[in-house]
């Protein structure tokens, strides 16, 4: 994942700042508690895409 792209990309719910997890390839929103999926180096960025995580 590119980190000027990282640095650029929030939220699409809250407009926060997002944790990016190599290992699960996702961007984790920690203020709604939601996963966006990375598929294929592309971060999708739907909230009916997002998965709900327990953090």
Partial sequence: MNQKLLDILACPICKGK???KKDSQELI???DKIAFP???DIPVMLEEEARKIDT
């Fill in 38 to 40: 990375i598929r294929e």
């Fill in 29 to 31: 929103c920690t203020v």
């Fill in 18 to 20: 997002l944790i990016y």
